[in-house]
């Protein structure tokens, strides 16, 4: 079992990830939507979906976790 910051610790390494291939995914994306954006306000939205994504996977990580204590 995992102890809550081995939880943290993996939300956040596998956030690092995604972060990289959002970042690069949103400056691919918005344009061939048409969307006009800059490259400030990408990386603010960027962030925005990463501290959201920490925190999900946190509380999912030590939901299962706890689950599987029972």
Same mark, same amino acid.
């Given at each position: 079992?995992?102890?809550?910051?081995?939880?943290?610790?993996?939300?956040?390494?596998?956030?690092?990830?995604? @972060?990289?291939? /959002?970042?690069? &995914?949103? @400056?691919?994306?918005?344009?061939?939507?048409?969307?006009? /954006?800059?490259?400030?306000?990408?990386?603010?939205?960027?962030?925005?979906?990463?501290?959201? /994504?920490?925190?999900? &996977?946190?509380?999912?990580?030590?939901? @299962?976790?706890?689950?599987?204590?029972?």
């Amino acid at each position: 079992m995992q102890t809550k910051k081995q939880s943290f610790i993996e939300a956040c390494t596998n956030t690092a990830v995604g @972060f990289g291939i /959002s970042l690069l &995914s949103i @400056f691919i994306i918005l344009p061939i939507l048409g969307i006009h /954006s800059t490259p400030g306000k990408n990386v603010t939205i960027t962030l925005y979906f990463t501290v959201i /994504s920490i925190g999900r &996977s946190y509380v999912l990580r030590r939901w @299962f976790n706890k689950k599987r204590s029972l």
